[in-house]
């Protein structure tokens, strides 16, 4: 068949079959996954032009989008020209370009089919939704939602308005202010997608069918619509500020709360919602919080870079079946690797094969999903999992005799090329490798408690190891979906080492009669996701003592925290400590009112920010940028501030 005159471009292809479908891919050139660069942009503006000249001409009776990608359909907009777009001479009038491009796609007089599979957020789900239909692979791979609230922004080109149209209100709403991504069964239930398909094989088929049928997508019924009619819209706005509020403060913030005053204000008429986007919109992507949210995305992009190339990983061995290590197997096991987990007995083992079965019932969907997990966990009393292991995880209690004893029983029983790693929390690996006949296979691979919920394990470097058992180490977090950052082996490593001056001059003046209430209410004014003293109930007192004292920074023997440990109240593990703690939550008093929390909150957090500044110069991190991910990761310090030295830097901390 003779193939109509089309432009030239880069990103896109295009072309038609015997039966007049117009079939365009969008193959993003030397990348790994699809974006909406303002160059691929301009390229389908031009593409839409030929589109209508060829529908008009009755060339081609419909257009099937999909990608070229195995990755998936389209991971958004461009994020490395954020920061020049975030100029408000370029911004406005290139958002106003791209939305009349999507109405012109949503105007087109053939049917125009997305098909989608992997991922498809944000200016790729717009873009999916300027279609008039939509289909998605059913499968693990296929993940649909709105992500740009993680970057201090929301949806830019119509996606607002459009979600709002498909969805409702209420649940177009959710996802824009949540950033969770969805699977395509709970897109199709929230009607951002008309039809699901098995096998990506399948799409062709289906969008071929779609366009022929002549298939639009129907709106939001009624039911969902009168949530944004008259006076309930001011009702549900109100809602969504108080949801936003348990989680994000408004100075900190800004893009939900500018997102649910959009939609007080136009929520009723999709169009006009996507009308008044702009104006929301620019602001937001040079604010503070964006700038920084976007160099903390590319930090924490950077930390995948580091893994020894074809490292493979299957068998895990974890010795020490208490909290940390139950957990480490656990996580282990939910991410697919083959775990034998080791302690003294059964008695043991059994409650961290328990909170395993419960972490893998609130993360998989399927019982045969939970149950082929639970069955990867494997109690190994006896160690024989030690000779079979890729990786051997030592997570005992943080006494260098125990660890050193534990070492020196297992060198002799390792298959060639196994990791070898403590999870110690402080204690330098030179001092634990000792007895060791080829201590250079020692390395630190240091979680944080919540396993589940942080996502930082700290890769620590000996002055005996080599790049490359770092670069394995590197390579097996990131295999669990963990981020590496990689820290030379001295007391505390990083976040140990600046988390526990914080911590511990929190106590202090907690000792000294303060309100731990207020104390802990100013850093989370500060920005901190909970207090210093919250923190050390959380992480336990017992831990907290053990790791300042590692520091040097010994616990007075009359003080309170060294009482509630003597009376085993060690914080929320015990059901009590400097909280009582009931259901999981630390049950607190009254905070007592002050003219400036937020200054009490920097006030409290300067010696974290003072310690890390003396880490990063002692080399422990390689340069700023790694300490200010790693104590973001590690210890949730304010994303929307960039990181303890980038604060620093710019006088806010």
Known sequence: MIQPQMPVTKHWSFHVDLEQLGWLTLDTPGAPVNTLSREAIAELETLVGRFEDLISSQEIVGIILLSGKDSGFIAGADISEFDAMSDFSVLPDALKRTHALFQRIENLKAPVVAGIHGFCLGGGLELALACHYRIAVNDDKTRIGFPEVNLGIFPGFGGTGRSIRQAGPVDAMGIMLTGRMLKAGAARGLNLVDKLVRHRDMLRWEARKAVMQKRKAIGAGLFKRVMAMGPLRGYVASKMRAEAGKKARLEHYPAPYALIDLFEAHGNDWQAMIRGEIGAFVPL???????????????????????????????????????????????????GMSVTLQDIDMERIKPA????????????????????????????????????????????VENLEVKRKIFGGLEDKLKPGAILATNTS????????????????????????????LPLVEVIRSTFNTDAEIGKGAAFALAIGKSPVVVKSAPGFLVNRVLMPYM??????????????????????????????????????DVGKSVATELGNAVPDNSQFANLIAAKKLGRKSGEGFYKWVDGKAVKGPTPEHADLAGLGRELVKPLVDMTEIVVGEGVVANADLADIGVIMGTGFAPFLGGPMKARKDGKA
């Open 285 to 335: 992507m040079g604010s503070d919080t964006a700038t920084n949210l976007r160099r903390v995305f590319f930090l924490s992009e950077g930390l995948k870079k580091q893994g020894a190339k074809g490292a493979r990983f299957a068998r895990v061995h974890v010795i020490g079946a208490g909290v940390m290590g139950g957990d480490i197997a656990a996580w282990c096991a939910l991410r």
């Open 353 to 396: 094969l328990d909170r395993g079965k419960a972490l893998f019932k609130k993360r998989l969907r399927k019982k045969f999903e939970v149950d082929a997990a639970v069955a990867r966990l494997e109690a190994d009393p006896t160690g024989k999992g030690v000779s079979r292991a890729d990786v051997i995880i030592e997570a005992v």
């Open 426 to 453: 402080s204690i330098e690996l030179e001092r634990i490798a000792e007895g060791l006949k080829d201590p250079a296979r020692l390395i630190g691979l240091h979680f944080f408690n919540p396993v589940a919920q």
């Open 504 to 541: 511990l001059s929190a106590v202090q003046r907690v000792e000294a009669g303060e309100s731990k209430e207020l104390l802990d209410a100013a850093a989370v004014a500060f920005g901190m996701p909970m207090g210093p003293i919250e923190l050390m109930d959380t992480v336990g007192l």
